[in-house]
């Protein structure tokens, strides 16, 4: 089999046409298509975010907040806003199928949580707090060797 710079140059390229790239999300490379990367390309220079904001507003009952990226493998942003402090809380990070290496979530909340559980999905968690404080937060990165999530924030 050739490599990439072995093979032919192409004068031009349609929608149809497919294109090799790397999918960090599964770790093997994939194909896409002409229609797929100019898709991409739009939605990237339109500033499509990539991130998905959950906010969720509760009056001081335990609360759980299940991470979902419109995109998967996307960041997300989970904010949570209370007000009253929370005894407890759960956060649910991505799922094997919504994740990907370097994929980051952000949580803040504006009050106190007295008890946090964050559910890594099946992902091991290193640094995750039991706890916040009123405006806290925390920022975990994925890494998909390992498949840990890491407190990095």
């Given at each position: ?8 140059q192409a004068s ?142």
């Open positions: 089999m050739p490599t990439i710079d072995q093979l032919s031009s390229i349609s929608g149809a046409d497919e294109l090799a790239l790397f999918s960090k999300r599964n770790g093997d490379t994939r194909k896409v298509t002409g229609e797929q990367l100019a898709d991409y390309v739009l939605a990237a220079i339109d500033g499509e975010p990539d991130e998905t904001i959950y906010s969720l507003t509760t009056d001081g009952n335990s609360f759980t907040v299940v991470v979902l990226p419109a995109t998967p493998g996307g960041n997300a942003w989970a904010l949570i806003t209370l007000s009253v402090p929370a005894p407890a809380g759960t956060i649910i990070l991505p799922g094997v199928d919504d994740r990907a290496h370097g994929q980051e979530v952000l949580v803040t909340c504006t009050q106190a949580v007295a008890v946090l559980t964050v559910n890594g999905s099946g992902a091991a968690l290193a640094g995750a707090p039991g706890s916040l404080a009123a405006n806290g937060y925390f920022r975990l990165r994925f890494d998909s060797i390992s498949s840990t999530w890491y407190r990095i924030g």
